[in-house]
């Protein structure tokens, strides 16, 4: 996870800040986060989101956690949502890791709340949270089987039942 994590945290701190779509910074390191939930379910998004959120906090100077709460929170709904469908198609799995990066993103204002900051909720949250949502949901198609192979999981394969007699 952690040499994954360095990648999109430099990848997060140079290409991605040119990148912005209506003024907003794509988080991507937070939809992997939703995505490894959405692939490995709430417990492993979490700690793909903590490690994650610590990385950032450690580069960007932010307190200590208060990122890693709200990508932790995007990683356990993406893994929640995934329970809906035993193997989701793609554009489920797309669908779940938009809306977990969307619960993630609405997080932080929340976090910033608590952690003291004067007047945390910004005006462009309604545009924010939207497109970190729809970034996260088009990139998922690289990023779900990204969060798997960084848990160590394979994809499931589902085998008919085995036919057996009748109970009497």
């Known amino acids: 996870i952690i040499p994954v994590g360095m990648i999109l945290l430099a990848l997060q701190r140079t290409i991605f800040v040119?990148?912005?779509?209506?003024?907003v910074i794509?988080?991507?390191?937070?939809?992997?986060a939703a995505a490894s939930g959405v692939a490995g379910g709430s417990e492993r998004g979490a700690l793909v989101g903590f490690v994650f959120g610590v990385m950032?906090?450690?580069v960007e100077g932010t307190p200590?956690?208060?990122t890693a709460i709200a990508m932790?929170?995007?990683g356990v709904v993406g893994g929640l949502l995934a329970l809906i469908a035993a193997d989701p198609q793609w554009w489920l799995s797309a669908l779940f890791a938009?809306?977990?990066?969307a619960a993630g993103a609405m997080t932080i204002p929340v976090v910033r709340l608590f952690i003291g900051e004067t007047d945390p909720f910004q005006d462009r949250l309604t545009v924010v949270v939207p497109v970190v949502a729809v970034a996260a949901a088009v990139m998922s198609p690289v990023l779900v089987p990204l969060g798997r192979w960084c848990l160590r999981m394979k994809r499931p394969e589902w085998s008919r039942p085995i036919d057996s007699e009748p109970v009497s």
């Open 18 to 23: 040119e990148l912005q779509v209506d003024g």
């Open 98 to 101: 938009g809306l977990g990066t």
């Open 72 to 74: 932790t929170i995007a």
């Open 56 to 58: 950032f906090d450690l």
């Open 26 to 32: 794509i988080q991507v390191m937070m939809a992997t």
């Open 64 to 66: 200590l956690g208060s």
